[in-house]
């Protein structure tokens, strides 16, 4: 397989995770960077070895000679970013929070549909090696059909040390780490017609909400809670795990804390280690989501050479993204919300 060349727009905080993912996947490799920060710029560069360094994104498009583009920049620049990608033909992956708002990101999928390139949301929870056990278990059938679940990331840890900005917005739990556990929901127990949201802010030094309990209604008729928090003090800091709970008309499913898989049916219970590999390059407790970068950036680069529509395409996202716009609504208006009508 010919090796793809990728660019990388955005040196910060996480995107050191995706150039050291990129550097472990198989048909591809980054060959630019872009950063209007010369020093973090230089920092990256210097790191994986890119020559090919940009302050100015067109520019770099300009000079062409990439395949792919990787947008790892906030979400302030991506609708532009994008837009600039499929202005030149250009398959793009764009960091979550995908866009500002619901209308911008249906414009960012219809330029991307409008110049025949695919666009993937590198929404990377869902590829995490234990929510791809409990993805694999319901499809077995091992517990019948579910009807009830619950989506569920509590933890002091503090991520604002490495990420201050997330003190600042006037958004926080739901857009940076609801996001994830909702697209999980909706991986594992289908979409949503409608939800209902509480929010809270307990942290006095952040200006927006640090916990959020959202209930689900799933289109196929199941129930579930998405409740996320990072004011939650435990006696042990279970950051960064989502724990998953599935009642099934056959069974139950149990993802609990370190990485256990437990299933009960008519044959009894069986407990299994679902936990993430520690990649060369990883750390502990940060391995699980690492070990997810590599995994989507892999089925990046599987799904273009296939042809393919990716898991977590930008018209995918749109239904993720959805959830996130209908929660923030629901919790100012104190209602239930019509997802669907926010999509037509």
Not at 132 to 150: N, S, Y
Not at 221 to 234: F, N
Not at 242 to 258: A, C, H, M, N, Y
Request: glycine share 8%; net charge negative; with cysteine.
């Amino acid at each position: 397989m010919t090796e793809l060349k990728g660019a990388l727009i955005g040196c910060g905080f996480f995107a050191i995770n995706q150039m050291h993912a990129w550097n472990d996947v198989r048909g591809a490799g980054i060959v630019a960077i872009c950063d209007r920060d010369p020093e973090r710029l230089k920092i990256v560069g210097d790191q994986f070895g890119i020559d090919r360094r940009y302050s100015d994104a067109e520019a770099m498009f300009a000079d062409g000679d990439f395949d792919f583009v990787d947008i790892a920049t906030t979400v302030q620049s991506h609708r532009a970013l994008v837009e600039l990608a499929a202005r030149n033909r250009v398959p793009a992956i764009c960091q979550k929070p995908f866009a500002k708002t619901l209308s911008d990101a249906k414009a960012m999928v219809e330029a991307c549909r409008n110049a025949g390139i695919p666009l993937m949301v590198h929404e990377n929870f869902r590829w995490q090696t234990p929510i791809q056990a409990v993805r694999k278990a319901l499809e077995a059938d091992v517990i019948g059909t579910p009807f009830w679940g619950r989506f569920s990331f509590r933890s002091a840890y503090d991520v604002f040390s490495g990420q201050p900005y997330l003190a600042e917005g006037e958004r926080f739990i739901i857009e940076d780490l609801g996001i994830h556990t909702l697209d999980i929901a909706r991986y594992i127990l289908g979409d949503v017609r409608s939800l209902t949201a509480r929010t809270k802010r307990v942290n006095p030094r952040i200006k927006s909400e640090d916990v959020a309990t959202i209930l689900l209604d799933h289109e196929n008729g199941a129930t579930s809670v998405v409740d996320v928090s990072y004011a939650t003090k435990l006696s042990k800091e279970p950051f960064p795990e989502t724990l998953i709970e599935l009642d099934g008309s056959e069974g139950t499913i149990r993802l609990t804390r370190g990485y256990g898989l437990e299933i009960t049916n008519a044959k009894g219970t069986t407990t299994t280690d679902v936990s993430p590999k520690l990649l060369s390059w990883a750390s502990r407790p940060w391995h699980n989501i690492q070990e997810s970068v590599y995994a989507i950036q892999q089925h990046w680069v599987d799904q273009l050479e296939r042809g393919a529509e990716h898991s977590t395409s930008g018209a995918d996202n749109l239904k993720t993204f959805a959830l996130v716009e209908a929660a923030y609504d629901s919790a100012a208006r104190g209602q239930t919300i019509d997802v669907g009508a926010m999509l037509r």
